[in-house]
């Protein structure tokens, strides 16, 4: 009778469950991490976050599911084959990132690369447990057989995924308040990958290594090897990437890229010309014709009491400039989220030069806070305190565009409604809606926004078009989709609304005593006004903060 043979286990029994545990959640913090990148990313490349995040999340968790059955087809080499997805997960979420910037740098174009990443990240975290679940069973499958099995399988399972889950808080809390602030997005994501793949790789290469044949394990540390070089040689050379990566989407006129707690702020202009004003990929200054938004937007509004002014945004200075003109102003609060901004503004001398100082002028106090919240507060203290202390005679909301789903809740009913709150008696509020002529529905919603929380609406609009410029999304965007040297193709428009509360709109014009203006006429708004007109379609349900109608 032949002698029976004997299976050789990879590691002592009982021995395996907590250093697996430790992997997995290391894994899963990693796993987390590079879904939250692709999110920030994609959201920082395209604007509409609520849109991107959906796109991220949804693949991601179909991919997990797919990545759970094509692990079945490993579970006969279960450690060879974790350590191959360890080592792959590494390289893609590492380099996800990288790879994301390049397309949207170089090609214009990253939704289709942002999908693939997607899928494939959300494939190889999928076939993380059910891997790691043969090798624990596999492990363990020495100790007598009894009717404790099914209950110990229970277990481990319950083990697999709370330390799953633990590390996915862990990886979610990192990324904002750890890796975002102090690598950066591409850093960030390639020093994740090599975190990734020393735990992934470590596990099989020490644990399991009775498990690998010599083949496989000279397979796994090539595999780790050649992964954690790319990743290194990446994060070396990160900084030129971003620079060459800067140029290809701004030009060649970077003159300032400064990464704030909120955004990018790049400032481009050729030396003694006047600066261009990026944040986050998107044009929200234009040098060469910003004086045709600023005037439009602040001195119809100017046309009535103004000595007490209240800007919403802005942190560039230019709307303050405009308001500082008019000699009857006594104050000026400036409202704004990124402090940032209003440093470079102050600072940079271009950016100080073309908004003339307007941040240090006395008259002039800026708060750091959010538009919403800051003005909810205004608004108990004015119905609390002195009605000549608290209240302003004008609101300018110098905004994004309300189709950027970070300035939504900036644009709804419940927002307005605070705002008239703050307002004096014969008070004006006067909002950047977007192009009423390329988008109209966001416009006219607008409109009817402002008139649901109570305000008399007078539409108007300006022309944006100077010297290849075109307003945009976030009030220019000089190129369109093809990079900042392109000729655009966006709208050449403004869309501004001049409000008052009560029933009668405020009367389109400019005061008396307007200083002299460099393309604002009466004659151009009665124009504006007509032109916007035409737009006007059916009547339109407000925003609000459940209720977000924006994007159309």
């Not at 960030?188 to 793949?197: F, M, Q, S």
């Not at 030069?353 to 004015?382: I, K, Q, S």
């Amino acid at each position: 009778m032949p002698p029976k043979r004997v299976t050789r286990q990879p590691v002592r029994p009982g021995a395996v469950r907590y250093p697996v545990l430790a992997v997995v959640f290391v894994c899963a913090a990693c796993g987390l991490v590079y879904e939250l990148e692709l999110v920030a990313l994609a959201s920082y490349l395209t604007g509409d976050s609520v849109t991107q995040a959906s796109v991220v999340l949804s693949v991601m968790v179909f991919a997990m599911g797919v990545g759970s059955l094509l692990a079945k087809r490993l579970r006969c080499r279960a450690a060879v084959g974790f350590g191959l997805v360890e080592a792959g997960l590494a390289l893609i979420g590492g380099c996800s990132a990288l790879v994301l910037y390049a397309a949207f740098a170089w090609l214009g174009e990253s939704r289709y690369v942002l999908v693939a990443f997607s899928l494939a990240i959300g494939v190889l975290i999928g076939a993380e447990i059910p891997l790691l679940m043969s090798l624990i069973q596999r492990a363990e499958s020495t100790r007598a057989p009894g009717a404790g099995d099914e209950d110990d399988a229970a277990g481990t399972v319950a083990d697999l995924f709370a330390a799953d889950y633990v590390g996915a808080l862990v990886g979610g809390l990192a990324f904002p308040f750890l890796l975002l602030p102090w690598l950066g997005q591409l850093t960030g994501a390639l020093v994740t990958g090599a975190v990734n793949a020393v735990a992934g790789g470590g596990l099989v290469l020490w644990l399991f290594r009775r498990d690998l044949t010599a083949r496989s394990r000279a397979l796994l540390i090539g595999a780790n090897l050649t992964v954690l070089t790319v990743l290194a040689t990446a994060t070396v050379l990160v900084d030129d990437f971003e620079r060459a990566a800067r140029r290809a989407v701004y030009g060649d006129s970077v003159r300032v890229a400064v990464q704030t707690e909120m955004q990018e702020v790049v400032v481009t202009g050729a030396p003694g010309g006047p600066p261009d004003l990026f944040f986050d990929g998107r044009l929200r200054v234009g040098g060469q014709d910003e004086y045709r938004y600023h005037e439009a937007l602040v001195h119809p509004a100017m046309n009535g009491p103004h000595a007490r002014v209240l800007i919403v945004g802005g942190g560039d200075g230019l709307a303050a400039r405009e308001v500082l003109r008019h000699p009857g102003v006594r104050s000026v609060t400036v409202v704004e989220l990124d402090p940032g901004v209003v440093r470079l503004a102050r600072t940079d001398p271009q950016l100080a030069t073309l908004n003339e100082h307007a941040l240090r002028d006395p008259r002039v106090r800026v708060v750091y806070a959010d538009a919403f919240h800051w003005l909810r507060g205004a608004g108990e203290r004015a119905e609390a305190g002195p009605a000549a202390r608290e209240r302003y005679d004008v609101m300018i909301s110098d905004l994004p565009d309300p189709g950027m789903t970070s300035s939504t809740k900036l644009y709804s009913e419940e927002f307005y409604g605070l705002a008239a709150r703050i307002l004096a008696d014969g008070g004006r509020l006067v909002v950047h809606a977007g192009s009423a002529s390329a988008r109209p529905r966001t416009y006219w919603t607008v409109d009817s926004t402002l008139r649901a929380a109570g305000f008399a609406v007078r539409p108007y609009g300006a022309s944006g078009r100077e010297a290849g410029f075109v307003a945009g999304p976030d009030r220019d965007d000089r190129a369109g989709d093809e990079g900042a040297g392109g000729e655009g193709a966006g709208p050449a428009d403004w869309g501004f609304l001049l409000a008052a509360r009560g029933p009668h709109p405020p009367a389109l014009g400019l005061a008396a005593g307007t200083p002299p203006l460099r393309s604002l006429t009466a004659e151009a708004l009665a124009t504006g006004a007509r032109t916007v007109e035409r737009t006007r379609g059916g009547d339109l349900p407000p925003s609000t903060l459940v209720h977000p109608r924006y994007g159309g």
